[in-house]
């Protein structure tokens, strides 16, 4: 049981998780002892808790534990246990590989850059912030690519700021730090800064919206997202019907219910869903899902003339095109 137990740790990060979950359900003399004791046996628990207490918003047990622990200073405590990320997932690697089961990827890294960061600013406790600089040297230090844009992708929906109003601090900072941890910083004061200035023209804001085209298209898609790029003017074009197409190519099974809620949804939001269909081509995936083209056939029967019957882009076929006509 105990070697069982032991080769998950080493392999994966969930199981870690729910120990500290079944942990943490108890009162605070009990788990205090318990996590201690852990702490002797794996010098990574502190970082485990820090992800654990993030993620369900409550940072009072990594509190009493640094405590316990003897460990007053608890920013410093903080930045050493976002550094200990990658060490984390590199263990994790290199278990996998002795053990030939198969390996997550970075899973603390990711689980450390775009969870416990962000919380962390927009909730900790003052008393137990780290400086800002220092956070997000320790940030961006340990940041994939991959993961800096999804950063700036949530940045630019103002999900959450990382500069506040000290980004003169961090810059004069940053002039001491390595190449890659100023790239990392800059791109992601660019984002911030264009979330802020979020009133886009077309035409005089052409690198911004090439900027968010990039970002965009490397997630995929939510509700609200979805609605963002669907409102779209017209001058926007051909800005929101490309990425409608390409979500739709890599992403089908999750924008096609997504699209389906949205034409039975409301008269406004309906309407937009239209109008952005009507400028994707014929043979777009999306055009072809039954349950799209079932949608836009009942929004047309009612006598809101849809805009796939008025654009000849949309016919998909002839009965699509000659349903809509019959109106008795």
Known sequence: MYKCLERSFLTTTSVPQFVLDQCLQRPPQLYLPLLHGMYKQDSVLSSRL??????????????????????????AAILQDIGLCVHVDEACALACSLLQVPYAGNVAVATTCLGIVPYLLEHAPVACMPRL?????????????????????????????????QTATVLLSSLHWNSWEQWGVWELLSAEWQAKH???????????????????LQICPD??????????????????????????????????????????DTKDAAVDVRRQLSKLPANALLLQEPYVRAALLAESIPGQL??????????????LMKKPKVDG
């Open 50 to 75: 820090l992800a654990h207490c993030c993620v369900h918003k409550n940072l009072t047990p990594y509190i009493a534990f640094c405590d316990v622990v003897g460990l007053p200073d608890v920013p």
């Open 133 to 165: 600089d220092a956070l997000i040297r320790s940030l961006v230090s340990v940041a994939p690519p991959a993961v800096v844009a999804k950063l700036s992708m949530r940045l630019l929906l103002s999900e959450f700021s990382i500069f506040k109003d």
């Open 198 to 216: 979020h009133d886009k023209d077309p035409q005089t804001h052409g690198e911004a919206l090439s900027g968010i085209l990039r970002l965009l």
């Open 223 to 264: 509700m609200a997202l979805l609605q963002c790029v669907l409102k779209l003017s017209d001058a926007f074009d051909p800005f929101p019907s490309s990425v409608l197409a390409i979500w739709s190519d890599k992403w089908l099974s999750s924008v096609q219910p997504l699209v389906v809620g949205l034409l039975h």
């Open 306 to 319: 849809s805009g796939s019957a008025s654009c000849p882009e949309m016919a998909i076929d002839e009965p």
